[in-house]
C-alpha cells in the first residue's frame, strides 16, 4: 500500500538469556553466529560451562560443575574467582602493616588451611547484561565488608564482567578498597579446562616461562630467593616449546611469562590429534598449571590453568608485597580471557 514504509528489525549476532540450575540463577552469554555459549551462575559467578562448535557437534572446554549439588558443595573450585587471595595461605596466618592475623582462630594446627579466598559461595548480584552484534556482557558484583571474616578487617567491592565476542571470553574483574586503610587484596581464577574426550596425557601444554616457583609439600612456596627457579634448571616443567603432558604431575606455579607481540602472556592448550585447542591469556601476573590429580571426581579428566595475580601464601612474602597492596579508595583491575584455537 502507498504510504506504508516496511521495517525490519535484525537480531544481534550475541544474545544473553536467563536459566537456572537448581535454585541457581544462571546467565547464558550466545554466541549464535559461531555456535558458541558459555553458561555462568550467580554463586561466586563461576562459569559452568564453555561450548564451541569443531567439527560439526557441540564440545564443552570447561570441566566446570555439573549439577546443583556440585556447584553448591564447591569441591575442586571448579572456575572459582578467587579474592582476596588466590590458592593458600600458610597456616592460615600472614602479617600486614605489622601486624599480626588469623584467619582461622581456634582451628588446631593440623586442621588449618585458607584457599582461594571468600566469595567462591557468595551469591553476586547482576548490575549488568546486554548484547549486540559486536559480543554478549554479563557484570556480577559483590562486596566483601570489613571483619566479616576472622582475620580480615578489611572491605572491598568486587566487580567481575565476563563478556563473549569473537575472540573469545574475557574476564575483567575490579577489586576497589572500600576501607580506610590499605588492605592486602589480589586475584585468581581457577578454570578446569579438556579438549574433547581425548586423554588429557596426549594434549600439548606451552607456557612461556622463565621461572618455576618452588614450592614445598604443603604448596607453600619456599621461602625468599629459593623459591624463583629458572626454568632451564627444571627441565620436566620446561613447556616453553609445546609438549605433551604425558604422566607428569603438575600443580605448579610459572612467573616471568613471555608476552606475545600484543603483550598479552599466553598458555596454549591443545589435542594433535582433533586440532582442538584454546589460549588462556592474561596481562600480568603468574600462570598455575594443575592436572586435577587430587580432584573429588574424573581425575585427570581435564587440566586447570589459573591465571593469578600473585603466588601462593601471597600475603606473607616481601617479594610480593607491591602485587597485592591496594590503597584506601584505590581500585585494581585484572584481564585475562580464553581465545578458541579450533583447526
Known amino acids: 500500500?502507498?504510504?506504508?514504509?516496511?521495517?525490519f528489525t535484525s537480531m544481534p549476532s550475541f544474545e544473553v538469556a536467563r536459566d537456572a540450575l537448581?535454585?541457581?540463577?544462571?546467565?547464558?552469554?550466545?554466541?549464535?553466529?559461531r555456535g558458541r555459549r558459555v553458561r555462568i551462575a550467580h554463586r561466586g559467578?563461576?562459569?559452568?560451562?564453555?561450548?564451541?562448535?569443531?567439527?560439526?557437534?557441540?564440545?564443552?572446554?570447561?570441566?566446570?560443575y555439573r549439577d546443583a549439588a556440585e556447584l553448591d558443595a564447591r569441591a575442586s573450585s571448579r572456575f572459582a574467582v578467587m579474592v582476596p587471595f588466590a590458592n593458600r595461605i600458610a597456616d592460615a596466618r600472614y602479617r600486614f602493616d605489622g601486624t599480626d592475623h588469623d584467619l582461622q582462630?581456634?582451628?588446631?594446627?593440623?586442621?588449618?588451611?585458607?584457599?582461594?579466598?571468600?566469595?567462591?559461595?557468595?551469591?553476586?548480584?547482576?548490575?549488568?547484561?546486554?548484547?549486540?552484534?559486536?559480543?554478549?556482557?554479563?557484570?556480577?558484583?559483590?562486596?566483601?565488608?570489613a571483619n566479616a571474616h576472622p582475620g580480615y578487617p578489611f572491605a572491598i567491592a568486587l566487580a567481575i564482567r565476563y563478556r563473549l565476542d569473537a575472540r573469545g571470553l574475557t574476564l575483567e574483574a575490579t577489586m576497589r578498597n572500600v576501607g580506610d586503610d590499605a588492605a592486602p587484596c589480589f586475584f585468581g581464577w581457577h578454570p578446569y579446562f579438556r579438549l574433547g574426550d581425548t586423554p588429557l596425557a596426549?594434549?600439548?601444554?606451552?607456557?612461556?616461562?622463565?621461572?618455576?616457583?618452588?614450592?614445598?609439600?604443603?604448596?607453600?612456596?619456599?621461602?625468599?630467593?629459593?623459591?624463583?627457579?629458572?626454568?632451564?634448571?627444571?627441565?620436566?616443567?620446561?613447556?616453553?616449546?609445546?609438549?605433551?603432558?604425558?604422566?607428569?604431575e603438575l600443580n605448579h606455579a610459572f612467573a616471568d611469562l613471555a608476552s606475545d607481540a600484543d603483550g598479552l602472556l599466553r598458555s596454549h592448550l591443545r589435542d594433535p590429534s582433533s586440532g582442538l585447542g584454546l589460549a588462556l591469556w592474561q596481562e600480568r601476573g603468574v600462570m598455575l598449571a594443575f592436572t586435577a590429580?587430587?580432584?573429588?571426581?574424573?581425575?585427570?579428566?581435564?587440566?586447570?590453568l589459573e591465571p593469578m595475580e600473585s603466588w601462593a601464601d601471597a600475603f606473607n612474602r616481601a617479594d610480593c608485597a607491591d602485587a597485592i597492596r591496594l590503597a584506601p579508595g584505590a581500585e585494581r583491575r585484572f584481564r585475562c580471557g580464553v581465545e578458541f584455537e579450533i583447526a
Open 1 to 7: 500500500m502507498a504510504g506504508l514504509v516496511a521495517r
Open 22 to 33: 537448581g535454585a541457581n540463577a544462571l546467565i547464558v552469554l550466545h554466541d549464535a553466529a
Open 45 to 64: 559467578a563461576t562459569v559452568l560451562s564453555i561450548e564451541v562448535r569443531h567439527r560439526g557437534r557441540a564440545i564443552d572446554l570447561a570441566d566446570g
Open 105 to 145: 582462630p581456634g582451628v588446631p594446627e593440623t586442621e588449618r588451611a585458607a584457599r582461594h579466598g571468600f566469595v567462591r559461595g557468595v551469591d553476586f548480584d547482576l548490575q549488568a547484561l546486554s548484547a549486540d552484534d559486536d559480543g554478549a556482557e554479563a557484570t556480577f558484583t559483590t562486596a566483601i565488608p
Open 202 to 248: 596426549s594434549w600439548e601444554l606451552q607456557v612461556p616461562a622463565r621461572t618455576v616457583i618452588a614450592a614445598g609439600a604443603d604448596y607453600i612456596p619456599l621461602a625468599g630467593a629459593a623459591a624463583h627457579v629458572p626454568i632451564e634448571r627444571a627441565p620436566p616443567l620446561d613447556f616453553r616449546t609445546p609438549r605433551a603432558v604425558g604422566a607428569l
Open 293 to 304: 590429580d587430587t580432584v573429588s571426581r574424573d581425575v585427570r579428566g581435564s587440566l586447570a
